[in-house]
């Protein structure tokens, strides 16, 4: 146990939390106009907690000093301030991007989103509550974590292990204790007294259960959406929904579907590169008593704003028993999705064949592909299992960065093929986003349009996420996968990291070892080429509301060179209805395109435009 009281932590690890740098720019960017806009600033700072808790340091100290009260907004402590010194003080900040340990960064990331997911709900309830200093609460908010902030920048290693016991063992923000030997609460007063943040803050980490409204609000907001990282359908949210229920004076029916509606809302206003646990984790109902709570709750509902396009990734694990998910009788769950404009990419190519079974079709490049394509269908996957866990799929579409004719065994130990020999831009800006200084190459990517329903507002695709570069070329090689939907990447592994191989990735427990030579080789490995498999995993993608025609993009490919194969298998895609919104669940036909006997499962022809290399475009592809 690495300390035993807060005070000694503090003394062994604090620093000033830095600013996250896209923040850090707008605000440089703001401090450099002739006209200093304090408005837009303050409107900065405040989404940054390292900008915001040295804001209230700096001035909140100079009137401590004077025995008088802290500063509670953003504003008013940029109101007594003049120009330069605003200026001196956004230039001595330091930027996140100083930190070289990108788990880190990305784990940081995460509790900045989470933050800003509470204080949806917090300010949101206390507008209901007509209560006043609504900013207030959204900022005081966004700092009650500061003590996790801390322990995740300046403490990785134990915060890692923390971070674990949540998300394994369903642990709470109570259980740091075994990790640092005290509660993260106390460290939380302390950092608040020391960095003399608003008394909001240290109010909403007392121990005192009789507090203020606006501390309430404070406190179950942000309880709420700690207990979302572990699930949102268990005891201690349930506890969390019905004291939220009281406090906002609402039925318990009305707080779920209001909890629900704005977490999905918190979820598109976000801005950051990182995944949303807590959508994700949310589970698809409908139900006459949520679509009367949403209609109650309709009027106040505040307009959400348009989503930025943006790099997240949201995933869950899930445990498949048999080779076909199970069907539910709500159509708001199985139907509502019409794939319309369809086009087969390749690389950065638009409409090039990239082969999709063992035809020996022209690669798009003037060669042939041999005996096979970089993707292939697939119907009912079944890899075998390793321990408890099944590597199936059923019917669906498997994309490579080489040979997608894979052999049902594992005897080779350089499994490769060719595919486009190009690079994929929005992979390569995906590997930025996340510091990996790599480039894609032979890259194969599937992208089509599609329509929904009206209610349908998220999609739902399996996933199988697998590698010959498993475990020799660990970081040398990192490989990469993708699913953007309307531009934004959702598919991760089960802690959110995105789908490539790296240290970190194999280190939290991503991949199976599928290799019977090296690692530890396993005694039966799977029917597959690929040395390390993810389990399979359920990607939930939200869509862009504002569009009338959403896009899926698929991408897989090598990194640095086009050497050892890469693969993602993809099923199941079904349009889903989140946070309870009523949609009539009626699907859209069109006469087309084939239908599909399968509840669930929709089907699309390829379209390759003009190119014309060997697809027989009355051939369906099922998802």
């Given at each position: 146990m690495p300390s035993s009281t807060p005070q000694q932590w503090i003394k062994a690890h604090f620093k000033p939390l830095p600013a996250?740098?896209?923040?850090?720019?707008?605000?440089?960017?703001?401090?450099?106009?002739?006209?200093?806009?304090?408005?837009?600033?303050?409107?900065?700072?405040?989404?940054?907690?390292?900008?915001?808790?040295?804001?209230?340091?700096?001035?909140?100290?100079?009137?401590?000093?004077?025995?008088?009260?802290?500063?509670?907004?953003?504003?008013?402590?940029?109101?007594?301030?003049?120009?330069?010194?605003?200026?001196?003080?956004?230039?001595?900040?330091?930027?996140?991007?100083?930190?070289?340990n990108t788990d880190c960064k990305q784990d940081y990331l995460q509790l900045v989103v989470r933050a800003h997911h509470a204080a949806k709900h917090s300010k949101l309830w206390a507008e209901n509550r007509h209560s006043l200093g609504v900013k207030e609460i959204g900022i005081a908010t966004k700092l009650h974590d500061i003590a996790e902030y801390s322990l995740c920048l300046f403490d990785y290693d134990h915060y890692k292990n923390y971070k674990i016991n949540n998300l394994t063992q369903l642990q709470s923000y109570k259980h740091s204790k075994s990790i640092w030997g005290f509660d993260l609460h106390q460290l939380a007063l302390e950092l608040s007294h020391k960095l003399n943040l608003?008394?909001?803050?240290?109010?909403?980490?007392?121990?005192?259960?009789?507090?203020?409204?606006?501390?309430l609000g404070i406190k179950l907001a942000c309880n709420l959406v700690h207990q979302a990282d572990i699930g949102w359908y268990q005891q201690e949210m349930d506890d969390c929904l019905i004291k939220a229920a009281d406090h906002c004076q609402i039925s318990y029916d009305k707080m779920c579907t209001l909890a629900h509606i704005t977490s999905i809302d918190a979820a598109h206003e976000n801005e950051l590169a990182v995944n949303f646990h807590s959508a994700s984790r949310l589970v698809q109902y409908h139900s006459d008593s949520v679509i009367k709570a949403e209609e109650e709750i309709s009027e106040s509902k505040p307009e959400p704003t348009q989503p930025e396009t943006a790099t997240k990734t949201t995933t869950e694990?899930?445990?498949?028993?048999?080779?076909?998910?199970?069907?539910?009788?709500?159509?708001?769950?199985?139907?509502?999705?019409?794939?319309?404009?369809?086009?087969?990419?390749?690389?950065?190519?638009?409409?090039i064949d990239v082969g999709y079974g063992q035809e020996g079709i022209d690669d798009g490049y003037g060669q042939s592909?041999?005996?096979?394509?970089?993707?292939?269908?697939?119907?009912?996957?079944?890899?075998?299992?390793?321990?408890?866990?099944?590597?199936?799929?059923p019917d669906g579409i498997l994309l490579t960065s080489g040979n997608a004719n894979l052999p049902l065994t594992n005897t080779e130990s350089g499994f490769s093929g060719q595919a486009s020999g190009q690079g994929e831009e929005s992979l390569d800006a995906l590997l930025g986003a996340f510091n990996e200084n790599d480039i894609t190459r032979d890259a194969t990517a599937l992208?089509?349009?599609?329509?929904?329903?009206?209610?349908?507002?998220?999609?739902?695709?399996?996933?199988?996420?697998?590698?010959?570069?498993?475990?020799?070329?660990?970081?040398?090689?990192?490989?990469?996968?993708?699913?953007?939907?309307?531009?934004?990447?959702?598919?991760?592994?089960?802690?959110?990291?995105?789908?490539?191989?790296?240290?970190?990735?194999?280190?939290?427990?991503?991949?199976?070892?599928?290799?019977?030579?090296?690692?530890?080789?396993?005694?039966?490995?799977?029917?597959?080429?690929?040395?390390?498999?993810?389990?399979?995993?359920?990607?939930?993608?939200?869509l862009d509301t504002s569009l009338d025609v959403h896009t899926i993009k698929i991408a897989v490919s090598d990194t640095n060179d086009g050497i050892l194969d890469t693969g993602l298998f993809v099923a199941n895609l079904q349009g889903l209805t989140l946070g309870g919104d009523d949609g009539s669940g009626t699907a859209v036909t069109d006469p087309l395109?084939?239908?599909?006997?399968?509840?669930?499962?929709?089907?699309?022809?390829?379209?390759?435009?003009d190119t014309g290399f060997g697809i027989d475009p009355s051939q369906p592809i099922f998802i």
């Open positions: 996250i740098p896209g923040y850090l720019e707008q605000a440089l960017n703001i401090i450099e106009k002739e006209d200093l806009d304090k408005s837009n600033l303050s409107q900065i700072i405040e989404l940054d907690p390292g900008m915001s808790s040295q804001l209230f340091n700096l001035i909140n100290g100079k009137r401590k000093d004077s025995n008088r009260e802290n500063l509670e907004s953003i504003q008013s402590a940029l109101s007594l301030m003049g120009e330069e010194s605003i200026k001196d003080f956004i230039k001595s900040i330091n930027s996140l991007g100083e930190i070289n608003p008394d909001l803050i240290t109010e909403a980490h007392t121990t005192n259960e009789i507090a203020g409204i606006r501390t694990r899930v445990e498949p028993t048999t080779t076909e998910k199970a069907k539910t009788d709500d159509p708001a769950l199985n139907d509502g999705l019409l794939i319309t404009l369809k086009k087969l990419v390749h690389g950065y190519g638009e409409g592909g041999g005996d096979y394509g970089s993707a292939a269908l697939f119907s009912d996957l079944n890899l075998g299992s390793i321990g408890d866990t099944d590597f199936v799929l992208s089509f349009d599609f329509t929904v329903s009206e209610g349908i507002n998220a999609i739902s695709l399996d996933f199988i996420f697998g590698t010959e570069e498993y475990s020799e070329y660990i970081d040398s090689y990192p490989e990469i996968a993708a699913i953007f939907v309307d531009g934004v990447n959702y598919a991760g592994f089960a802690d959110g990291s995105i789908l490539t191989l790296t240290a970190a990735t194999v280190g939290n427990g991503n991949f199976f070892n599928n290799d019977p030579w090296n690692n530890g080789p396993i005694a039966e490995p799977l029917d597959i080429e690929y040395d390390g498999v993810s389990a399979p995993l359920t990607l939930h993608g939200l395109l084939p239908t599909t006997q399968e509840v669930g499962e929709f089907e699309f022809v390829v379209d390759v435009g």
